[in-house]
Protein backbone atom coordinates (compact mmCIF):
# COMPACT_ATOMS: atom_id res chain seq x y z
CA UNK A 1 0.00 0.00 0.00
CA UNK A 2 0.62 3.61 0.50
CA UNK A 3 2.65 3.43 3.56
CA UNK A 4 5.29 1.50 1.84
CA UNK A 5 5.98 4.13 -0.61
CA UNK A 6 9.45 6.34 0.10
CA UNK A 7 8.83 9.99 -0.09
CA UNK A 8 10.64 12.99 -1.82
CA UNK A 9 13.43 14.55 -0.26
CA UNK A 10 16.06 17.09 -0.70
CA UNK A 11 12.98 19.33 -2.06
CA UNK A 12 14.62 22.76 -3.68
CA UNK A 13 13.34 25.04 -5.92
CA UNK A 14 15.19 26.59 -8.72
CA UNK A 15 14.16 29.85 -9.83
CA UNK A 16 15.95 31.86 -12.67
CA UNK A 17 13.91 34.95 -14.17
CA UNK A 18 11.15 33.36 -12.73
CA UNK A 19 10.86 30.34 -15.02
CA UNK A 20 10.84 28.01 -11.85
CA UNK A 21 11.93 24.27 -12.05
CA UNK A 22 11.05 21.79 -8.55
CA UNK A 23 13.73 19.84 -7.88
CA UNK A 24 13.89 16.33 -5.49
CA UNK A 25 15.61 13.07 -4.85
CA UNK A 26 15.07 9.87 -5.16
CA UNK A 27 14.78 8.37 -8.60
CA UNK A 28 11.51 6.45 -8.59
CA UNK A 29 11.26 2.50 -8.94
CA UNK A 30 8.14 0.56 -9.02
CA UNK A 31 6.03 3.64 -8.08
CA UNK A 32 5.85 7.75 -9.83
CA UNK A 33 5.52 11.22 -8.89
CA UNK A 34 2.81 13.65 -8.94
CA UNK A 35 3.15 17.75 -8.34
CA UNK A 36 0.54 19.46 -6.07
CA UNK A 37 1.21 23.02 -5.94
CA UNK A 38 -0.73 24.70 -3.22
CA UNK A 39 -0.99 28.64 -2.95
CA UNK A 40 -2.13 30.89 0.05
CA UNK A 41 -4.92 31.63 -1.19
CA UNK A 42 -5.17 29.92 -5.20
CA UNK A 43 -6.65 26.50 -5.65
CA UNK A 44 -4.35 23.40 -5.57
CA UNK A 45 -2.39 22.75 -9.01
CA UNK A 46 -1.15 19.17 -10.25
CA UNK A 47 1.96 19.03 -12.21
CA UNK A 48 3.91 16.14 -13.90
CA UNK A 49 1.18 13.34 -12.82
CA UNK A 50 2.80 9.86 -12.79
CA UNK A 51 6.36 11.10 -13.69
CA UNK A 52 9.51 9.00 -13.49
CA UNK A 53 11.41 11.56 -13.53
CA UNK A 54 12.61 14.12 -10.22
CA UNK A 55 12.10 17.53 -11.40
CA UNK A 56 9.14 19.73 -12.40
CA UNK A 57 8.86 22.90 -14.71
CA UNK A 58 5.95 24.70 -12.30
CA UNK A 59 6.37 28.13 -14.11
CA UNK A 60 2.81 28.48 -15.50
CA UNK A 61 0.96 27.83 -12.31
CA UNK A 62 3.23 30.27 -10.50
CA UNK A 63 1.54 33.37 -12.24
CA UNK A 64 0.96 35.05 -9.21
CA UNK A 65 4.25 35.55 -8.42
CA UNK A 66 3.38 37.86 -5.27
CA UNK A 67 1.70 34.34 -3.66
CA UNK A 68 3.10 32.47 -1.59
CA UNK A 69 3.42 28.57 -2.63
CA UNK A 70 4.14 25.01 -0.89
CA UNK A 71 4.75 22.08 -3.42
CA UNK A 72 3.40 18.72 -2.36
CA UNK A 73 5.07 15.82 -4.11
CA UNK A 74 2.76 12.73 -3.71
CA UNK A 75 4.61 9.11 -4.04
CA UNK A 76 2.03 7.03 -6.05
CA UNK A 77 1.76 3.46 -7.84
CA UNK A 78 -1.01 4.24 -11.14
CA UNK A 79 -3.47 1.66 -9.61
CA UNK A 80 -4.03 3.70 -6.44
CA UNK A 81 -4.45 6.89 -7.80
CA UNK A 82 -8.22 7.11 -8.04
CA UNK A 83 -8.14 5.32 -4.12
CA UNK A 84 -9.82 7.66 -1.31
CA UNK A 85 -6.88 6.85 0.70
CA UNK A 86 -4.26 9.77 0.49
CA UNK A 87 -0.79 8.63 -0.78
CA UNK A 88 2.23 9.60 1.30
CA UNK A 89 3.95 13.24 0.65
CA UNK A 90 6.46 15.41 1.26
CA UNK A 91 6.02 19.16 1.28
CA UNK A 92 8.62 21.77 0.16
CA UNK A 93 10.23 24.99 2.01
CA UNK A 94 7.70 27.84 1.12
CA UNK A 95 8.65 29.96 -2.67
CA UNK A 96 7.70 33.34 -3.24
CA UNK A 97 8.67 33.61 -6.53
CA UNK A 98 8.56 37.66 -6.19
CA UNK A 99 11.12 37.44 -3.69
CA UNK A 100 13.45 34.70 -4.20
CA UNK A 101 13.65 34.26 -8.53
CA UNK A 102 17.22 35.30 -9.23
CA UNK A 103 17.30 38.43 -11.56
CA UNK A 104 19.01 36.92 -15.08
CA UNK A 105 22.04 38.31 -16.88
CA UNK A 106 21.09 41.47 -18.69
CA UNK A 107 22.54 42.17 -22.14
CA UNK A 108 24.57 44.74 -23.23
CA UNK A 109 23.07 46.23 -26.48
CA UNK A 110 25.15 48.94 -27.09
CA UNK A 111 28.04 51.13 -25.71
CA UNK A 112 30.78 53.62 -26.20
CA UNK A 113 33.26 55.85 -25.33
CA UNK A 114 33.99 59.59 -26.42
CA UNK A 115 36.47 61.64 -25.05
CA UNK A 116 35.86 61.25 -21.04
CA UNK A 117 32.35 60.25 -21.42
CA UNK A 118 31.40 56.26 -21.87
CA UNK A 119 27.68 55.97 -22.60
CA UNK A 120 26.35 51.83 -21.86
CA UNK A 121 22.86 50.85 -23.29
CA UNK A 122 21.30 47.24 -22.13
CA UNK A 123 18.33 45.63 -22.21
CA UNK A 124 16.31 43.67 -19.70
CA UNK A 125 16.17 39.85 -19.48
CA UNK A 126 12.68 38.25 -20.33
CA UNK A 127 10.18 36.26 -18.48
CA UNK A 128 8.27 33.03 -19.40
CA UNK A 129 5.13 34.96 -18.81
CA UNK A 130 3.27 37.04 -21.90
CA UNK A 131 1.17 39.78 -22.55
CA UNK A 132 -2.20 39.64 -23.90
CA UNK A 133 -0.97 40.53 -27.52
CA UNK A 134 1.55 37.36 -27.16
CA UNK A 135 5.27 39.37 -26.23
CA UNK A 136 6.95 38.26 -23.16
CA UNK A 137 7.16 40.59 -19.81
CA UNK A 138 10.49 41.39 -18.74
CA UNK A 139 11.50 41.84 -15.68
CA UNK A 140 11.28 45.31 -15.68
CA UNK A 141 7.73 45.12 -16.39
CA UNK A 142 6.86 42.51 -13.30
CA UNK A 143 9.34 44.07 -10.58
CA UNK A 144 8.63 48.09 -11.55
CA UNK A 145 10.56 50.27 -9.65
CA UNK A 146 11.43 47.65 -7.15
CA UNK A 147 14.60 47.27 -9.38
CA UNK A 148 17.70 49.26 -10.28
CA UNK A 149 20.53 48.45 -11.78
CA UNK A 150 24.20 48.97 -11.20
CA UNK A 151 27.37 50.13 -13.71
CA UNK A 152 30.29 48.50 -12.35
CA UNK A 153 33.56 49.80 -13.94
CA UNK A 154 37.22 50.05 -14.10
CA UNK A 155 40.50 51.26 -16.66
CA UNK A 156 41.76 48.47 -18.28
CA UNK A 157 44.00 46.18 -16.98
CA UNK A 158 43.36 48.01 -13.24
CA UNK A 159 41.44 46.45 -10.32
CA UNK A 160 39.95 49.79 -9.32
CA UNK A 161 36.41 49.22 -9.23
CA UNK A 162 33.34 52.51 -9.42
CA UNK A 163 30.28 51.77 -10.04
CA UNK A 164 26.65 53.78 -10.67
CA UNK A 165 22.97 53.10 -9.63
CA UNK A 166 19.99 53.93 -12.75
CA UNK A 167 16.63 52.93 -13.34
CA UNK A 168 16.56 53.62 -16.63
CA UNK A 169 18.19 51.25 -19.78
CA UNK A 170 21.38 53.41 -19.99
CA UNK A 171 24.75 54.95 -17.97
CA UNK A 172 26.54 57.87 -19.01
CA UNK A 173 29.76 58.29 -16.97
CA UNK A 174 32.63 60.28 -16.50
CA UNK A 175 36.01 58.81 -17.35
CA UNK A 176 39.08 59.89 -18.31
CA UNK A 177 40.05 60.57 -22.15
CA UNK A 178 42.30 58.50 -23.86
CA UNK A 179 41.85 55.29 -21.34
CA UNK A 180 40.09 52.29 -21.82
CA UNK A 181 37.54 51.04 -19.22
CA UNK A 182 35.58 47.88 -19.00
CA UNK A 183 32.52 47.02 -17.37
CA UNK A 184 29.59 44.80 -16.80
CA UNK A 185 25.84 45.34 -15.42
CA UNK A 186 24.01 43.96 -12.62
CA UNK A 187 20.47 43.74 -11.80
CA UNK A 188 19.67 44.85 -8.16
CA UNK A 189 16.36 44.92 -6.27
CA UNK A 190 17.15 46.66 -3.26
CA UNK A 191 14.22 46.00 -0.67
CA UNK A 192 15.12 42.15 -0.63
CA UNK A 193 16.78 40.69 2.29
CA UNK A 194 18.33 37.56 0.37
CA UNK A 195 18.95 37.46 -3.60
CA UNK A 196 19.48 41.09 -3.58
CA UNK A 197 22.43 41.13 -6.49
CA UNK A 198 21.11 39.70 -10.02
CA UNK A 199 23.75 37.07 -12.29
CA UNK A 200 26.35 39.94 -13.60
CA UNK A 201 26.71 40.40 -17.24
CA UNK A 202 29.22 39.95 -19.46
CA UNK A 203 32.41 41.66 -19.45
CA UNK A 204 33.31 44.38 -22.04
CA UNK A 205 35.88 46.47 -22.97
CA UNK A 206 36.71 49.60 -24.74
CA UNK A 207 39.06 50.15 -27.31
CA UNK A 208 39.36 53.44 -28.53
CA UNK A 209 42.68 54.23 -27.60
CA UNK A 210 44.46 50.57 -27.36
CA UNK A 211 47.27 50.21 -29.62
CA UNK A 212 48.09 46.89 -31.66
CA UNK A 213 49.82 45.28 -28.96
CA UNK A 214 47.30 46.04 -26.44
CA UNK A 215 44.37 44.86 -28.15
CA UNK A 216 46.06 41.45 -29.63
CA UNK A 217 49.13 40.90 -27.20
CA UNK A 218 51.85 39.12 -27.22
CA UNK A 219 51.31 36.94 -30.30
CA UNK A 220 51.23 40.08 -32.13
CA UNK A 221 54.79 41.17 -30.97
CA UNK A 222 56.04 37.68 -31.86
CA UNK A 223 54.88 37.77 -35.17
CA UNK A 224 56.33 41.23 -35.72
CA UNK A 225 59.63 40.30 -34.14
CA UNK A 226 59.71 36.97 -36.56
CA UNK A 227 59.02 39.04 -39.74
CA UNK A 228 61.78 41.66 -38.70
CA UNK A 229 64.31 38.76 -38.18
CA UNK A 230 63.33 37.56 -41.07
CA UNK A 231 63.73 40.87 -43.33
CA UNK A 232 66.90 41.68 -41.05
CA UNK A 233 68.47 37.89 -42.31
CA UNK A 234 67.36 38.04 -45.71
CA UNK A 235 68.73 41.88 -45.42
CA UNK A 236 71.80 40.36 -44.37
CA UNK A 237 72.18 36.88 -46.41
CA UNK A 238 71.00 38.38 -50.12
CA UNK A 239 74.06 40.48 -50.67
CA UNK A 240 76.15 37.91 -50.10
CA UNK A 241 74.26 35.26 -52.26
CA UNK A 242 74.51 38.10 -55.32
CA UNK A 243 78.13 38.62 -54.36
CA UNK A 244 78.75 34.84 -54.29
CA UNK A 245 76.97 34.42 -57.32
CA UNK A 246 78.49 37.05 -59.17
CA UNK A 247 82.49 36.35 -58.45
CA UNK A 248 81.51 32.75 -59.38
CA UNK A 249 80.34 33.99 -62.62
CA UNK A 250 82.99 36.22 -63.46
CA UNK A 251 86.09 32.98 -62.49
CA UNK A 252 83.62 31.14 -64.83
CA UNK A 253 83.71 33.20 -67.54
CA UNK A 254 87.52 33.79 -67.23
CA UNK A 255 88.04 29.82 -67.20
CA UNK A 256 85.89 30.20 -70.57
CA UNK A 257 88.23 32.70 -71.87
CA UNK A 258 91.65 31.08 -70.85
CA UNK A 259 90.29 27.40 -72.29
CA UNK A 260 89.15 29.37 -75.81
CA UNK A 261 92.61 31.05 -75.91
CA UNK A 262 94.57 27.35 -74.92
CA UNK A 263 92.57 26.02 -77.95
Known sequence: G??????????????????TILQWQPKPSGYFYTVEIHGQTSDVRRKCILTSETECDVTDVLRN???????????????????FEE??????EKFTPY???????????????????????????????VFPNGSFQSIQDIFQHDLEYKLYYWKDQ???????????????VSVDSGKNYCFYVQGIIPSRRENRNGQESMVFCTSGGRNILDEYGTEVFIILAVIAVAVIT???????????RK?????????EKELLNGV
Open 234 to 244: LAIVLPVVLCK
Open 2 to 19: YEELPTAVNITWSSINFK
Open 65 to 83: VKETYTAHILSVRPAEMDN
Open 99 to 129: SQTVIGKPEIKDYSQKGPKLNVMFKDPLTPY
Open 158 to 172: SSGKKDVTTKSHNFE
Open 247 to 255: KAKKARAVR
Open 87 to 92: PPFAVS
